[in-house]
């Protein structure tokens, strides 16, 4: 079992199962625009949506096929942070297999049309128009999106985040209660 390095911005986190531990699902993108799923079980509470990490994984076969295990995380200081800015989505075309164009408006009334290689987007199309927040890099002097996520995913991500960092919270409290209460 060898450890695999990644590095990218997380655009997704997700509350899961694997077998009978509860994880967190993290959505990452590299700057060059790949895409993985990475699990992990016992997430820092610095983790939300825009945030640049790093680390390394290894794969781990489950019923459902295998899977990438967070070995060790941090954040990626090497990594511009990104840029967030909030966009109204207003058209989504297919074009091809995996890339959809998406138009819109910036939140100043500027005109917008992106290509995204991920037909997750497509879901998009029937709550349209959306208002969303576009996750942008800059490379030289151009801003580059790298994601769309809508505001109501983002709310319920940061408000994932918050309740996991609380449950770990408890969770490295209660071996300290026991101890006190002299179980």
């Avoid at 996520?149 to 991500?157: G, L, Q, R, V």
Wanted: aromatic share 8%; proline share 4%.
């Amino acid at each position: 079992m060898s450890n695999v390095a990644f590095s990218g911005y997380i655009e997704g986190i997700q509350a899961t199962r694997i077998g009978k531990a509860i994880s967190l699902k993290i959505r990452l993108i590299t700057p060059g625009g790949q895409r993985t799923e990475l699990f992990i079980h016992n997430p820092p509470d610095w983790l939300n949506i825009g945030k640049a990490i790093k680390g390394t994984y290894y794969e781990a076969e489950t019923p459902d096929g295998s899977i990438h295990i967070i070995d060790s995380i941090q954040e990626d200081k090497t990594l511009k942070s990104p840029i967030i800015q909030e966009l109204t989505l207003e058209k989504i075309l297919s074009i091809g297999q995996d890339t959809v164009v998406v138009e819109g408006r910036h939140s100043d009334g500027r005109i917008f049309s992106y290509k995204l290689k991920d037909p997750k987007f497509l879901e998009f199309k029937r709550r349209l128009p959306l208002t969303s927040l576009g996750l942008f890099i800059e490379r030289g002097s151009l801003q580059v999106l790298l994601t769309i996520i809508s505001k109501a995913e983002y709310s319920i991500i940061s408000r994932t985040c918050e309740i996991s960092s609380h449950l770990s919270k408890i969770a490295m409290e209660e071996p300290e209660k026991k101890f006190l209460e002299g179980e």
